[in-house]
Structure formats: C-alpha cells, structure tokens
C-alpha cells in the first residue's frame, strides 16, 4: 500500500512537471489520469521575447529574399554574366551551402557556452552574412573575363555558405531551445512566419521602384543593398540580446567526452522522419528558388517589370492575414491534415491562372488562391522540424536540434539553388537574351513553364511526402514520454546535489 502510495506521488509529480514542461494536452491528460488538477503554465514566453524572436526573419529575409528574388536578373542584366553561367554559379555554391549545413548543424550541437548554444552562432556569424551580401550586390565592373564570375561565386558563397548558414540554422535551432511547450513553438512560428512574409512582401514591392528611381544600374542595387544589411544587422543583435535558451542537452557519451560525428549521424538517420523534412523543404523551396523568374515574367509575358510588385503583394498579404487564424486550426486539427488541405487549394490556384498566363486578372486570381493555399504550410513548416527533433529523442534518446534542424536548411539551399539553377539553364536553353529588348517566344513560353508548371509539379510531390509525414499521430504520446523522462532526469539530478 505505501509503495502504491509512493509511486501515485511520483506519478502525480511526473504529471504535474509534465504539464508545466509542455502546456499541451496530452500532459494534461497525464495530470488527470492520476487524479491531479493541475494548472498548465509551463515555459511560457513573454511578449517582449516572442518578438524579439520573430524579428529574428526580418533580417533572415532581408537577406534571403532579394537574393532569391533577385540576384539572378542582377547578375543578367545588370552585371552582364550569362544566365546559364549565373543558375550554375548558383547551383553550386548552394550545394556547397547544404554541405555547411550538416557540418555546422553538428557544431551546434557541440557548442556550449553561458549563452546557450544556438544564440552565440546568431551573434557571431551576423558580420559576415551582411557585409558580404552588400558585396554579392557590388559586383566591381572593373572586372573582365572569369572575373566576375569567380567575384560573384565568392561573395555568393561567404553570404550563404557561411554567414546565413550559421546564422539562420543557429535561428532554426533556438526554436526548438527557447521552450518545449508545442503551443508556444506554433505561436513563435506563426510570429517569425508573419515576420518573414511582411519582409518579403516589403523587398518584392520596393526593391525594383528603388532601382529603378536610382537610374535602373548599379547604384541602384548598392543603396539596396546598403539599406537592407544594415536592418539585417540589427536584427540578428535584438534577437540575440532579447531571447534566452531553456532547453540544455549536450552530446556525451557516459565517459564525459562528446559523441563523436559519425555516431550522431548514425542516431540522426535512424528518424525516417528526417528524410521527409529534408524532401519537403527541398521542393518547398525549390519553389522559392524559381520565384526569381517572377520578375521576368512580369516583364516579359505580362508585359511591364513593375507588375512583379503587385504579384508579390497578392501571394504574400494572404498569408500574412492568415497566419494569425492557423493556431487554433492546428491545435484542433493538426499540422498534417492542414498542409494537404494547402497543397489541394495551391495546385487549384495554379491551375486557374494556367487557363490563360498572359491576363493580368487571371494570374492575379490565382496567385490568391495559390497563396491561400499556402498558408498552412507557412505556419506549421519549422514547428513541424520542432516536432521532428522531440521524435527522434524520444526514440533514441539523443537530441539533436542542430543537425535536425540541418535537413531542413540542407533541404532549404538544396531546393532554393536548384530553382535558381533550373531558372539559369532553362533560360538560356530557350535562348532568353538580357540585352534584348523583346525576347523570343521560346524564353516566353519557358518562363511560362517556371512560374506556372515546375510549381505544380512540386507542390504535388510535397503532398505525397506529407501524406506520409504523418508525425501527429504520435505527437501526444512523445510529448507526454519526454515530460515523464525530463522530469525523472531532473529529479535524479537534484537527489544527486542533495547527496553530495
């Protein structure tokens, strides 16, 4: 009778830290079934911190987007590189970028320090991503023959290789630190999501008017990008200075040292999970990738550049209304069946403005709906990865947020450089001329192909792998696992303090 006593309080109390842990239901459950009611307030975040984390995207993008959006048509018609040349310099220096992926994914997790171990990466890789993307877009014309080319490849790749790698999967990682409460992960989400998308709305709409209004050449894109790395700079200090990590873990073994790589990349693959992230961030932003043809789309089959603001407009303001309305849906519903819902109305979209991509009205109709469509995906992508990382604890016992968080970057520069690069190549292979002032029909009907086909292929794949991502089916029972064996490690820490 007084073990059964005994072991109903170590219940009650593993429940009870489970609550406090997690604020989700699952744990509530787990009060209940012991006979305990106990109220959810577990690590809650303030305001203040939730968007200092958030702006965390607004200098992400700052960086990310017009690189995206961009950089191609810079390099094309304003530096004078070739567009096969460019989509190829890109391509590679994103393989490269998702090779650094991996290996810094796994510094992270080595790192250890009084700031935590995601957030010193924030800091310290911050003047390398903004000094060199001002660079990426000063491309000196002084230069001739390979020049250029080796110029752009270099700055492209300290950009992204090094400085927006550390620090963006430093970012991603801090999502899954900074608290384990699902809730708060979807809030925190949907916060740097709405960030995200309100900077990529603001780069899309402003950066052509501000070259153009600067004479359309050069000084142009300086001034851009001057303005844009400055606010990247100061966003990476707020969220640095404004968050603070609460998840520790190291990567040991029981002799003290560290588990050495090949041992970590062992226990990573073991989460079929981490496969699926890795495709679906792949083509999810593959598709961010192949956005760079909006611009000439916009030029050239619906005839004026200055339409691409507009198109900017209509895909992201869908988005950025409804972020706000997908926490709730998805507390209810699920991240899961949310997305495939997205992916159905996106390829509706898609298939809407294919009836006839010339009419302005059309491709404005269907980018609506595509955009409506994309919303879920929006909201739940990096709280999903979130997800991913506490599945693969919770089976083998080891965390890995960094290189978790890897795949998805990994997949993110995969996907972005092969867009980028299927842009370049296809192009030039429709024989598109930057110099040109109308382009033949060919290099139409191929950026018909990129903004419209190559995007609906995708996002059906992406409704295959989530079809089998189906990670919310287990999602209460590992949430609920991890509490009980955090709150058993805790204890045993504490007894061990006590004894000593």
């Known amino acids: 009778m007084a073990r059964d006593s005994a072991r109903n309080q170590a219940e009650q109390a593993r429940a009870a830290i489970a609550v406090s842990a997690e604020d989700s239901t699952t744990a509530a459950l787990a009060a209940e079934s012991v006979g305990q009611a106990i109220g959810a307030t577990g690590q809650r ?30 390099f094309t018609d304003t530096v004078g590189i070739g567009a096969a040349i460019a989509g190829t310099l890109l391509l590679f220096g994103r393989v490269l970028d998702g090779t650094m992926d991996l290996v810094l994914g796994s510094f992270i997790d080595r790192t250890s320090t009084r700031w935590g171990k995601a957030r010193p990466w924030i800091l310290f890789s911050a003047p390398v991503v903004v000094i060199s993307f001002i660079l990426l877009f000063n491309v000196p014309s002084a230069l001739e023959g390979g020049a250029k080319e080796a110029y752009a490849f270099i700055m492209y790749f ?8 550390g620090s963006n999967l430093a970012y991603h990682t801090l ?8 809730k708060m992960r979807v809030s925190l989400t949907v916060i740097r999501t709405f960030f995200a998308l309100l900077t990529t709305l603001v780069v899309n709409f402003i950066t052509i008017p501000i070259v153009t209004s600067s004479g359309g050449g050069q000084a142009g894109w300086t001034l851009v990008s001057l303005i844009y790395g400055a606010v990247a700079a100061a966003t990476f200090l707020i969220v640095f200075f404004g968050t603070k990590e609460r998840v520790t873990s190291t990567l040991r073994v029981e002799s003290g040292k560290k588990m ?28 961010t990738g192949t956005s760079g043809v909006g611009i000439y789309f916009a030029k050239d089959v619906l005839g004026d ?8 407009l209509i895909q992201i303001l ?7 309305f997908m926490p709730p849906l998805i507390a209810r519903f699920g991240k899961r069946r949310l997305i495939m819902i997205g992916v159905v109305v996106t390829v509706a979209g898609i298939l809407i403005t294919l009836i006839d991509p010339s009419s302005f009205t059309l491709v404005l109709t269907g980018g609506l709906v595509r955009s409506v469509g994309g919303i879920p995906i929006a909201a739940a992508l990096f709280a999903l990865v979130a997800d991913v990382v506490d599945y693969g604890e919770w089976k083998t016992g080891v965390r890995l947020d960094g290189m978790t968080y890897a795949a998805a970057t990994a997949g993110q520069n995969f996907g972005a450089g092969l867009g980028v690069a ?9 024989a598109y001329d930057g110099a040109a002032t109308v382009q033949p029909a060919s290099a139409v009907g191929m950026e018909v192909f990129l903004y419209l086909w190559i995007p609906l292929i995708a996002t059906v794949l992406m409704g295959v792998i989530i079809y089998f991502l189906n990670i919310d089916k287990n999602l209460s029972v590992l949430q609920r696992d991890l509490a009980a064996r955090r709150a058993e490690r805790e204890a045993a820490e504490a007894g061990g303090t006590e004894n000593s």
């Open 45 to 74: 975040l303030s305001i203040r911190e939730r968007l200092a984390y958030g702006v965390g995207d607004v200098g992400g993008n700052l960086i990310f987007a017009p690189i995206s959006a961009f950089l191609l048509f810079y």
């Open 158 to 165: 300290l950009c992204l290789g090094v400085g927006f790698v």
């Open 175 to 182: 999502l899954s630190v900074i608290t384990t409460n699902s």
């Open 260 to 287: 050495p790589f090949g041992q970590t990349v062992t226990i990573l693959v073991k989460n079929p999970y981490f496969f699926l992230v890795f495709g679906f961030f792949l083509l999810n932003f593959l598709l």
């Open 305 to 312: 550049p200055n339409l691409y603001s507009f198109l900017g």
């Open 318 to 324: 869908p988005l950025l209304i409804g972020m706000w």
């Open 422 to 430: 299927l842009v370049g190549w296809l192009l030039a292979a429709a």
